[in-house]
């Protein structure tokens, strides 16, 4: 069933923003009776089409859906790349259930890269329904890796794959780290380039960062950071947190 995060619920009725009343209307063809899910304010409802101009649904019952992730934020601070990687990530980064998205402008960024904010809100709700998603990721804008630094250092634990960190590898570190009391949890992901000697220089002198080899090969910035999400989300699951 396809879902569909609406603009307001009135006298239960859902009401549907007019990019989504136009997608139902002339491309899926929805008739009244047909059933659609509804999110509103981080709630699933299934629901019947009421009426079709104007169009609007009529709640049948809420959907109990699992919380995605009660205890944890999980903020991915993804280096601003070609714009083709770019969307690819922030879309997977939807599907695997991140909090919040921030694009960071490197000394090697291409100022030439980055996204429009309207074009990165629509990537991101297309993939938050595509999943079944009832919250949606906050995007938190194109900011510079300097003016982040305070940010950085607030959070409870910030993980940082580089490719010449050879001791420790994620898959092994992630074992050790108890996250249990662990709410904010950074992933900082390098530009096409890698970090400057004097970016990586700043980021081992912060108390809660994790360095941690991918593999033995160099990742893209896009596989690095879709590589170290399944692996932490996948930890968090596995550990019922």
């Known amino acids: 069933m396809k879902n569909f995060f609406v603009k307001k619920i009135k006298n239960n009725l859902c009401f549907f923003t007019n990019e989504d009343a136009n997608h139902l209307k002339n491309v899926l063809r929805i008739k009244l009776g047909d059933k659609v899910n509804c999110i509103y304010e981080q709630k699933k409802y299934q629901c019947q089409i009421n ?32 714009p083709k990687h770019q969307e690819w990530i922030l879309a997977k980064a939807t599907e695997l259930g991140i909090s919040q998205i921030t694009l960071v402008i490197f000394s090697r960024s291409q100022p030439k890269n980055i ?74 992901i390098g530009p096409e380039g890698g970090f400057t000697n004097q970016e990586i220089d700043i980021i081992k002198m912060m108390t809660n960062v994790k360095l941690v080899q991918l593999t033995k090969t160099i990742l893209r910035s896009d596989t690095a950071s879709f590589f170290t999400l399944s692996i932490l989300i996948n930890h968090l699951f596995k550990k019922g947190l």
């Open 115 to 188: 996204i429009l904010d309207n074009r990165i809100q629509n990537i991101i709700l297309s993939s938050a329904k595509q999943s079944g998603r009832q919250k949606l990721p906050i995007f938190s804008g194109n900011k510079k890796f300097n003016d982040l630094l305070t940010e950085f250092s607030q959070l409870d634990c910030l993980i940082v794959p580089y490719e010449n960190e050879d001791k420790v590898l994620l898959a092994n570190e992630i074992e050790t780290i108890d996250f249990t009391n662990l709410k904010n949890i950074g992933l900082l």
């Open 51 to 82: 009426s079709i101009d104007p169009l609007n649904a009529l709640i049948i019952q809420e959907v109990p859906t699992a919380v995605e992730f009660k205890n944890h934020n999980i903020i991915l601070y993804q280096a601003v790349i070609k």
